[in-house]
């Protein structure tokens, strides 16, 4: 990690970059890289916020699920500063209202129109909702998810999987593996919730 954090490009995909510290390194302090460019997890993640997430890989869905390992990580050990961390939670906040009044009546969020059609992993409403439920389900402990909103969700990805022919599946890996990834988290959460419940 040491390594990676000297090594990085931090005018490279920042969403990667974010996710990886948050996830595996404390995420503490201000340093250097080989490139002379001044790196700290609040830098990133301000550099996160002013970036232009349509144009991102998977239509910015990256983008949420960095700043959602950020605030998790923040919560773990104090890691940005209260201005970041409201920052992060406005910008998580509004997207979940956007995704509410979005969702479909099957329960799918559709691809945004003014964003690129960059990956194909998540190009269609199932690949898109698929990368978007594994972050709500993150964002709902630091933000009001609707939980109906999730559970829809859900359980259109669960049918349509099950409809799937092996040949559907295997066109679709990308798509399956964010959906299965999603559907685990949100188990988790709800056992979680449901063992702290008295
Ligand atoms: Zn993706």
Known sequence: MRA???????DGQTE???ALLAHYADGRGVWRTKYGQRVSLGILCDRLLASDHGSRACHGAHVYYAATLVLSANARSSVISDRTANALKAFVDD???RLRSTQN????FPVPVASN???AGA???FGYSSHTLEWLVL???HVEVDDGMMERCAM????EMLDYHDDQLRLNLCPVCHALSALSLLWKANAASTEAAP
């Open 95 to 97: 997207e979940v209202r």
């Open 4 to 10: 990676y954090a000297v090594n990085l490009d931090a």
């Open 156 to 159: 259109r990805l669960l049918q």
């Open 123 to 125: 190009a269609t409403a």
């Open 105 to 108: 009546a099957e329960g799918l």
């Open 117 to 119: 059609r960059r990956a």
């Open 16 to 18: 990667w970059v974010i």
């Open 139 to 141: 964002a709902s402990a």
